[in-house]
C-alpha cells in the first residue's frame, strides 16, 4: 500500500511539473531569425607604382561612416602589398594578398588577424605562387593560386581546413586561375589565361570524385569574376585588348551545368543581390553604361547612377538589394581617374535612387564583401 501511494505521489509531481513547464512555454516568446547586413569591407589592390600597398576599409551602416585603412587600425601592420581580394565564412574574414603569398584569416567583428597562411609555404613556391580568391564550404576554404601558370604550366586551386588551417587537396585546373564559385556540388573556376586568349578555360571540379574537367567555348577570352545563382553559373569576361588596349568582347556569360556558354550583358565589372546582375560597362576611353539582367525572366534594362566617376567595383547587398558603386576619383591634375587616390562609394536603394555617398574608401578598389550574420528577434 505504501508502495502504490508513493508511486502516485511521484507520477501527480510529474504531471504538476510537466503542467507547469507547458505554461511557461505557452508564455515564453517566439523567436524568429532574421538576416542582417551591418557594413561592407572594401578591399583595394593599393598602386604599385605610386609605392601604396593593399588596404582594407569598412563602411558601418548604423554609423553611416567609413573607417579607412580598417586593417591596419585593427592589427598596427599593413595587409601588404597588391591585395587581391576578400570573402566571408562563418565567423572570420578571409583577405587574399597576390603580391605577399598570403591569406590573411581575421575575425570578421574586430579585424583582428588570427591566422596569416603563407602560400608557398603550404603549397611550395612554384604551385603557392599568386593567390587571387577564396571560397568556404564544409569547413574549408578554397583558393586560386596562379602557380606554375608564368612558366607555361596550370594553375591550382587548394583546399585547406578552417580550424587548423591545413593543406587539405589541391586540383590541378587551367592557366592563370582567378575567381571560383560553388555550383550543384561542384567548384568552377575561371581560367583567365592572363588576357593572351591562348588557353582561357572555365575548369570544373567534381568535388566528390575529385575529377576537373575543362569548359572550353568561343565565348571564353578572359574569364575572371564568376559567381553562381540558383543552378547557373554566370562569369564576367574581360574580353581581348589590342595594341592601344581598346577592349571589345567584355561582360557576363552564363554557363549551365552542362557547359553551356551563353552570353548575356556588356560589362567590365559585375555584382549581383542574388536575382539580379548589376554591371558596369566601362571599357577605357570610352562612355560608361549600365546594366542590369534579371536571371528570373531573362530581361535586360539600362540605368543611369548618379555621381559616378569612373567605377571600378559594383556590388548589390544580398539582404537589402542595395547597390553600390565603388569609384574612382576624378584626378585634379590630369582631369581622369586617380587610381593612387583613395575612392568613394556610392549607396544605392533596390530602384537606383542615391541614398548616401562615403568618402575616403580604398585606394585601387577590387573586391568587397558584405558583413552579414543573423539574429533573433521576437515573433
Given at each position: 500500500?505504501k508502495k502504490?501511494?508513493?508511486?502516485?505521489a511521484v507520477v501527480?509531481?510529474?504531471?504538476?511539473?510537466?503542467?507547469a513547464?507547458?505554461?511557461?512555454?505557452?508564455?515564453a516568446?517566439?523567436m524568429?531569425?532574421?538576416?542582417?547586413s551591418s557594413?561592407?569591407?572594401?578591399?583595394?589592390?593599393?598602386?604599385?607604382s605610386?609605392g601604396?600597398d593593399?588596404n582594407?576599409?569598412y563602411?558601418?551602416?548604423?554609423?553611416g561612416?567609413t573607417?579607412?585603412?580598417?586593417f591596419?587600425?585593427a592589427?598596427?601592420?599593413?595587409?601588404?602589398k597588391t591585395a587581391n581580394?576578400?570573402?566571408?565564412y562563418?565567423?572570420?574574414?578571409?583577405?587574399?594578398?597576390?603580391?605577399?603569398?598570403?591569406i590573411?584569416?581575421?575575425?570578421?567583428?574586430?579585424?583582428?588577424?588570427?591566422k596569416?597562411?603563407s602560400?608557398?609555404?603550404?603549397?611550395?613556391?612554384?604551385?603557392?605562387m599568386s593567390?587571387?580568391a577564396?571560397?568556404g564550404?564544409?569547413?574549408?576554404?578554397y583558393f586560386?593560386?596562379y602557380?606554375?601558370?608564368?612558366t607555361?604550366g596550370?594553375g591550382?586551386?587548394?583546399?585547406i581546413?578552417?580550424i587548423?588551417?591545413?593543406?587539405?587537396?589541391t586540383?590541378?585546373?587551367?592557366s592563370?586561375?582567378d575567381?571560383?564559385?560553388?555550383?550543384?556540388g561542384?567548384i568552377?573556376?575561371a581560367?583567365?589565361d592572363?588576357?593572351?586568349?591562348v588557353k582561357?578555360?572555365?575548369?570544373?571540379?567534381?568535388?566528390?570524385s575529385?575529377?576537373?574537367s575543362?569548359?572550353?567555348d568561343?565565348a571564353?577570352t578572359?574569364p575572371?569574376?564568376?559567381?553562381?545563382?540558383?543552378?547557373?553559373?554566370y562569369?564576367l569576361?574581360?574580353?581581348?585588348?589590342?595594341?592601344?588596349w581598346?577592349?571589345?568582347?567584355?561582360?557576363?556569360?552564363?554557363?549551365?551545368?552542362?557547359?553551356k556558354?551563353t552570353?548575356l550583358i556588356?560589362g567590365?565589372?559585375?555584382?549581383?543581390?542574388?536575382?539580379?546582375i548589376?554591371?558596369a560597362d566601362?571599357p577605357?576611353g570610352?562612355e560608361v553604361k549600365y546594366?542590369?539582367?534579371?536571371t528570373?525572366?531573362?530581361g535586360?534594362?539600362?540605368w543611369?547612377?548618379?555621381?559616378?566617376?569612373?567605377p571600378?567595383?559594383?556590388a548589390a547587398?544580398?539582404?537589402?538589394?542595395?547597390i553600390f558603386i565603388?569609384?574612382y576619383?576624378k584626378?585634379?591634375?590630369t582631369?581622369?581617374?586617380g587610381?593612387?587616390l583613395?575612392s568613394?562609394?556610392n549607396?544605392?536603394?533596390?530602384?537606383g535612387k542615391?541614398?548616401?555617398k562615403y568618402?575616403?574608401t580604398?585606394?585601387?578598389p577590387?573586391?568587397?564583401v558584405f558583413n552579414?550574420h543573423t539574429?533573433y528577434?521576437?515573433?
Amino acid at each position: 500500500m505504501k508502495k502504490y501511494l508513493l508511486s502516485f505521489a511521484v507520477v501527480a509531481m510529474a504531471m504538476s511539473l510537466m503542467t507547469a513547464c507547458s505554461s511557461d512555454d505557452d508564455d515564453a516568446p517566439v523567436m524568429k531569425p532574421v538576416d542582417v547586413s551591418s557594413g561592407m569591407f572594401i578591399v583595394g589592390s593599393g598602386n604599385k607604382s605610386a609605392g601604396i600597398d593593399g588596404n582594407v576599409s569598412y563602411i558601418d551602416y548604423s554609423k553611416g561612416v567609413t573607417v579607412p585603412n580598417a586593417f591596419q587600425a585593427a592589427n598596427g601592420k599593413s595587409v601588404g602589398k597588391t591585395a587581391n581580394y576578400i570573402t566571408a565564412y562563418g565567423s572570420k574574414l578571409y583577405i587574399v594578398v597576390d603580391g605577399e603569398a598570403t591569406i590573411w584569416v581575421c575575425n570578421k567583428q574586430t579585424l583582428k588577424v588570427e591566422k596569416q597562411i603563407s602560400t608557398t609555404q603550404l603549397l611550395g613556391d612554384a604551385d603557392g605562387m599568386s593567390p587571387r580568391a577564396a571560397i568556404g564550404y564544409e569547413g574549408k576554404l578554397y583558393f586560386t593560386c596562379y602557380g606554375a601558370s608564368a612558366t607555361g604550366g596550370n594553375g591550382i586551386v587548394a583546399a585547406i581546413d578552417t580550424i587548423g588551417f591545413a593543406k587539405q587537396q589541391t586540383y590541378t585546373v587551367g592557366s592563370y586561375p582567378d575567381g571560383l564559385t560553388l555550383c550543384g556540388g561542384y567548384i568552377f573556376v575561371a581560367n583567365s589565361d592572363y588576357g593572351m586568349n591562348v588557353k582561357p578555360t572555365i575548369s570544373k571540379i567534381d568535388l566528390k570524385s575529385g575529377a576537373v574537367s575543362e569548359i572550353k567555348d568561343a565565348a571564353i577570352t578572359n574569364p575572371m569574376h564568376i559567381l553562381t545563382i540558383g543552378n547557373d553559373v554566370y562569369y564576367l569576361d574581360y574580353g581581348t585588348y589590342d595594341e592601344n588596349w581598346n577592349q571589345t568582347g567584355q561582360g557576363v556569360r552564363k554557363i549551365t551545368m552542362d557547359g553551356k556558354v551563353t552570353k548575356l550583358i556588356a560589362g567590365t565589372t559585375m555584382g549581383t543581390d542574388g536575382k539580379r546582375i548589376f554591371t558596369a560597362d566601362a571599357p577605357y576611353g570610352k562612355e560608361v553604361k549600365y546594366y542590369i539582367y534579371d536571371t528570373a525572366t531573362g530581361g535586360t534594362s539600362t540605368w543611369e547612377p548618379a555621381d559616378i566617376f569612373s567605377p571600378a567595383v559594383i556590388a548589390a547587398d544580398p539582404i537589402t538589394s542595395n547597390i553600390f558603386i565603388v569609384s574612382y576619383q576624378k584626378n585634379p591634375d590630369t582631369g581622369y581617374a586617380g587610381y593612387a587616390l583613395p575612392s568613394y562609394t556610392n549607396q544605392y536603394d533596390a530602384t537606383g535612387k542615391l541614398v548616401k555617398k562615403y568618402e575616403n574608401t580604398a585606394t585601387g578598389p577590387i573586391s568587397v564583401v558584405f558583413n552579414t550574420h543573423t539574429e533573433y528577434v521576437k515573433q
